[in-house]
């Protein structure tokens, strides 16, 4: 991950990375359920651990933007926040329930 200062980024923009990353960890995370079903498991699990790198990004940054408010640092709170936030915690969710379903297909050798 680029080292991303925030600082030198609107709050605006901010977001907008949130989105980013959480977006592509979604797209991955919907296309390693796919690949899995076109009999390709490895590139599925493949596809896991590319949206997990793109979900650490995604913490990071948001992690900094708790930082920046814990540290007395207003942070702009926008329907765009909460558009990424919500992007966040539902990519977290689907990434999961996806693991579980893979790991359940394989078990049961579907």
């Known amino acids: 991950m680029e080292n991303i200062n925030l600082d030198e980024l609107t709050a605006e923009q901010t977001n907008f990375m949130l989105i980013l990353h959480s977006g592509n960890a979604r797209s991955n995370v919907i296309q390693a359920l796919r690949e899995y079903r076109a ?6 699990d ?5 949206a997990e790198e793109e979900l650490k990004v995604a913490h990071k940054i948001h992690f900094k933007m708790v930082q920046q408010e814990a540290s007395g640092e207003k942070v702009e709170f926008a329907l765009l926040l909460m558009h990424a936030e919500d992007h966040l915690m539902s990519t977290l969710s689907m990434k999961e329930l996806v693991r579980e379903l893979l790991d359940l297909f394989k078990e049961k050798n579907l």
């Not at 009999?39 to 599925?44: D, H, R, S, V």
């Open 39 to 44: 009999g390709n498991p490895e590139e599925a």
């Open 46 to 50: 493949n596809l896991l651990e590319q």
